[in-house]
């Protein structure tokens, strides 16, 4: 006999939720294509998108307790942060693209945000 009155064949809900998973995907994406508007004035889209999206999943970092993640995210929201410009131009540049384009995939993978019932 079932003591938890759980219908039989109901869902349990999962313990946790990826739910940095989205924007740091999309932040990845936002920061590869804009290698090809690195010299153009609209790139400045590509900062606030990619400024918003580190800070949406620097919250669900917050949210997951997981604050050494912070290490990786606040950089990148300072750095392509579009009201305060920090101008950095070059190779090195482009390839702080790539680097932050790999932190926001590694921490939208990793993290695990606990899944609170109401």
């Known amino acids: 006999m079932r003591t938890d009155k759980r219908p039989?064949?109901?869902?349990?809900?999962?313990?946790?939720?990826?739910?940095?998973?989205?924007?740091g995907l999309l932040g990845a994406i936002v920061l590869l294509a804009?290698?090809?508007l690195l010299d153009v004035e609209s790139y400045l889209i590509i900062r606030y998108v990619v400024s918003i999206l580190a800070?949406?999943?620097?919250?669900?970092?917050?949210?997951?307790?997981a604050w050494w993640w912070l290490i990786l995210l606040a950089p990148?929201?300072?750095l392509w942060n579009p009201v305060i410009v920090i101008e950095l131009q070059g190779q090195g540049w482009a390839s702080a693209q790539f680097l932050a384009a790999l932190a926001l995939i590694i921490v939208g993978v990793r993290l695990k945000v606990p899944n609170h019932r109401d």
């Open 8 to 23: 039989t064949g109901t869902p349990v809900d999962p313990p946790f939720t990826r739910s940095a998973l989205a924007p």
């Open 34 to 36: 804009g290698l090809a």
């Open 55 to 65: 800070v949406i999943v620097c919250v669900f970092t917050i949210q997951a307790k």
């Open 76 to 78: 990148i929201a300072v």
